[in-house]
T-cell receptor, first 110, second 113 residues
Framework: AQSVSQHNHHVILSEAASLELGCNYS??????LFWYVQYPGQHLQLLLK??????LVKGIKGFEAEFIKSKFSFNLRKPSVQWSDTAEYFC????????FGAGTILRVKS | DGGITQSPKYLFRKEGQNVTLSCEQN?????MYWYRQDPGQGLRLIYY???????QKGDIAEGYSVSREKKESFPLTVTSAQKNPTAFYLC????????????FGSGTRLTVV
């Protein structure tokens, strides 16, 4: 069975701090990996995705994620967060269906 | 504008009543999905449909029903058998089997009183 685990449910950072949100998955076959973001009161939006090739993928708004196959991980990073990054972030994995993690609420203090 | 329309945005129903949530898309996408979002649990798959007149149960299908009579429409009925129906419901579409780009609607918040 597929599952996705996000390490932290709530993260609070000051502006300009670096961000890393952990995501691990379990699935026996080939996967496609996603990070989605949901800003307060808005739709889910795709932040970035990994299908194949370079395991370091860059997304919108300065976010990037690294797929480490041996660790079944796909952590999201941003070198310097802004107040506008306050949102809920979801890791998702597509093996035979799209499965989401529980989400991480990021609050950036200005 | 191409997109997904979920209606209504907010819905209140009395306990024991069935209620149907609408999801309409004009993206010409083949696959449609219903997810339920609860705080601290992420999004969980209720039902999905890859083609018209066919649908499959997701991880938490109990207490829900769907139909897919038209490509554009995938309504979700929350029945009285659903023990905890108060939640945020999201509809999503995907263009085809080999496409992994999901598009999400704006959601319906259902509150059962």
């Amino acid at each position: 069975a597929q599952s996705v685990s996000q390490h932290n449910h709530h993260v609070i950072l000051s502006e300009a701090a670096s961000l890393e949100l952990g995501c691990n998955y379990s699935y026996g076959g080939t996967v496609n990996l996603f990070w989605y973001v949901q800003y307060p009161g808005q739709h889910l939006q795709l932040l970035l995705k990994y299908f194949s090739g370079d395991p370091l993928v860059k997304g919108i708004k300065g976010f990037e994620a690294e797929f480490i196959k041996s660790k079944f991980s796909f952590n999201l990073r941003k070198p310097s967060v802004q107040w506008s990054d306050t949102a809920e972030y979801f890791c998702a994995v597509y093996g035979n269906k799209l499965v989401f993690g529980a989400g991480t609420i990021l609050r950036v203090k200005s | 504008d191409g997109g997904i329309t979920q209606s209504p945005k907010y819905l209140f129903r009395k306990e024991g009543q069935n209620v149907t949530l609408s999801c309409e898309q004009n993206l010409n996408h083949d696959a449609m999905y219903w997810y339920r979002q609860d705080p601290g649990q992420g999004l969980r798959l209720i039902y999905y449909s890859q083609i018209v007149n066919d649908f499959q149960k997701g991880d938490i299908a109990e207490g829900y029903s769907v139909s897919r009579e038209k490509k554009e429409s995938f309504p979700l009925t929350v029945t009285s058998a659903q023990k905890n129906p108060t939640a945020f419901y999201l509809c999503a579409t995907k263009q085809g089997l080999n496409d992994y780009g999901y598009t999400f609607g704006s959601g319906t918040r259902l509150t059962v009183v």
